[in-house]
């Protein structure tokens, strides 16, 4: 499989305090990658320097070979796709999310490509008009979800993006995603506490509590 992303050496520190260290890391296109370890090893800080939302202080990131420093950080956003715990949605209406990654695209939205991704995730066509305000947070995990994936990247990165689903969603976003990673050939990197998350990844990666160094058993097949 094609290499996408390599993280060498990469670590973060703020001030004294060291949150990640040594981290050598690989995604591959079409490989779903799952990240567990105990809270405050730095799983979510990995995910942000990845997103390119925070630099690390040490080591590289490289994106198809090219340092991502050197990279516009637009069009590599475009390309590595971040969706958080906690989603941010904008604008008043379901409808004003979804269209967005078409606008900055300068592409006429598909009302029938949103109605398919709607009921994809379960979710009634009228909720393409439903303000943001009455959303429930399984709701809102599921159109942040939706509108990163409304042109799919080289690389989603997931961050707990299911916590506030019931089991039936969970599984059926569980499917999705494999489904993209598997004939989409996107390379996924899914950060967890849901064990039962695991049967879908392809290798698990966990951070040890000490500094968010990776563990000897960094890879384990699932």
Known sequence: MKEILQLKQVG???GDNTILRDIN??????????????????KSTLLKIIASLISPTSGTLLFEGNDVERLSPEAYRQQVSYCTQTPVLFGDTVYDNLIFPWQIRNKRPEPEALLADLARFGLAPETLEKSITELSGGEKQRVSLIRNLQFLPKVLLLDEITSALDEENKHKVNDIIHHYAAEKNIAVLWVTHDRG??????SVITLAANAGAMQESTHERA
Not at 197 to 202: F, K, L, M, S, T
Request: proline share 4%; hydrophobic share 30%; aromatic share 8%.
């Open 12 to 14: 973060y520190r703020v």
């Open 25 to 42: 890391l690989t995604l591959r296109e079409g490989e779903f990658t799952l990240i567990t370890g105990p809270s405050g090893c730095g």
């Open 197 to 202: 998350e695991i049967r879908h990844a392809d």
